[in-house]
């Protein structure tokens, strides 16, 4: 039996409404969802002096360039990837405590987690325990990042930062961009911030350009940061 077209029409207008309202819900609960830490990989209590990475997960898409991780001597880089703070270690010792602080976790949709530490003591590892696949892939591990973390002489020198600014390197797609934070007082006011947030940027190039980093060799994200003041 054929159908009429008012029918077929109004089986397509149902079908779509049903769609719109999946959307819609789809939405609504990704916004009630609370914007947190799922896990590490490895697990805190199982690092190794043979992890090179250490895996921070979100369960939200992150802001990479409102998303920072502290610098220490043993983290030689960081990268942010979808809802993933990948962090390279490096020179852990047996059963030394570290500590990894990310300041600041920015998701795609502006909510802000601060202040997150990983603490863990790395346990000495033992080549001999781990399959021949996965000593291959340590080994290839350990020769792309040490080479990368060398190469790269800004690395030497960020992240680091003033009462004026921050730098922070950023590891994308294998390459280090620089995310800079301009940082203005709770007291400047609009027709001030243009003339701040130029002479931070200029300070900012001539602190990498003292250590003879060229600043137009790298892809840099400005993010201009004021202050707020709080109740007394």
Known sequence: MKLEPTSRLRQQLILLGVVLVLLVGGLLAWKLVPFRQTGTS???????????????????????SKTSVKKADFISAYKVDGKKISVSLTGLNSNQKYTIT???????????????????????????????????KLLDEQQKRIPAAAADSVLKYVPY???DYRIDPVSVDGKI???IQLLLAPDVTPDQTDALVAKYKEQARVYLSGRGIDINNYTVNYEVVQETLTGR
């Open 42 to 64: 490895p697990s805190l209590s199982k690092v190794t002096t043979l992890d090179y990475t250490l895996d921070i997960t979100f369960n939200h898409a992150l802001n990479s």
């Open 102 to 136: 990310v300041p600041e976790v920015t998701d795609s949709g502006g909510r802000v987690l601060h202040n997150l530490t990983y603490t863990f003591t790395a346990a000495p590892g033992n080549a001999e325990k781990i399959p021949k696949k996965e000593q291959n």
């Open 161 to 163: 930062a003033t009462l």
């Open 177 to 179: 961009t620089l995310h």
